[in-house]
């Protein structure tokens, strides 16, 4: 059993930055992949970026040169960086955490990101 929080979420106008964090408990941290991914308002939850227990990371183009992905697993947490803002990056963000050997798959609450002037 692996529990996720998030936070860092907020208000931030266009161009702005935020970091969101997830604080993981119940199990082992690094062996698990973990992925940032966000739903807006009448979407499907969609991928953000992921990053491996090894470190490789992977992002959706949408994001890439804007989001930074990372993780310390000293501190059982993921991080993801967000640069440049735009509006379009309006939505709940929401934490993952897939097991090596398969389901099932965690989620966090998740944090609002909103994006406006």
């Known amino acids: 059993q692996v529990r996720l929080v998030e936070s860092g979420g907020g208000l931030v106008q266009p161009g702005g930055s935020l970091r969101l964090s997830c604080a993981a408990s119940?199990?082992?941290?690094?062996?698990?992949?973990m992925g940032w991914y966000r739903q807006a308002p009448g979407k499907q939850r969609e991928l953000v970026a992921t990053i491996s227990s090894g470190g490789s990371t992977n992002y959706a183009d949408a994001v890439k040169g804007r989001f930074t992905i990372s993780r310390d697993n000293a501190k059982n947490t993921v991080y993801l960086q967000m640069n440049s803002l735009k509006p379009e990056d309006t939505a709940v963000y929401y934490c993952n955490a897939d097991a090596p050997w398969g389901p099932p798959s965690y989620w966090g609450q998740g944090t609002q990101v909103t994006v406006s002037s």
């Open positions: 119940g199990s082992i941290f690094s062996i698990y992949a």
